[in-house]
């Protein structure tokens, strides 16, 4: 398994955040609106940004678990020697 960086630790958590969020819109209660002391669909531009980094994070590692890993090769059968 791959050391997670900074901006995958980063991404986690905000892709975690958006998912929270959307769990809790069940119940008319919008995390990030709260945060920025708005009521629930109200939007501020700090919103907008929150909102706007969530799915780029989402983007991120959609587009990282479709990559292939770097340092992790396929162990290959070796044929023996004659």
Known sequence: MQKMN???WLAM????????N???VIFKFDLVAAV???KFGEVSLGSQIVY??????????L???????GGEKPVQPTQPTV
């Open 22 to 24: 959307w769990g809790l």
């Open 63 to 69: 587009l990282k678990a479709f990559m292939k890993s």
């Open 36 to 38: 920025f002391g708005l």
């Open 52 to 61: 706007a980094l969530v799915a780029l994070s989402a983007l991120y590692m």
């Open 13 to 20: 958590i905000l892709v975690i955040v958006g998912g929270l």
């Open 6 to 8: 900074a901006i995958d």
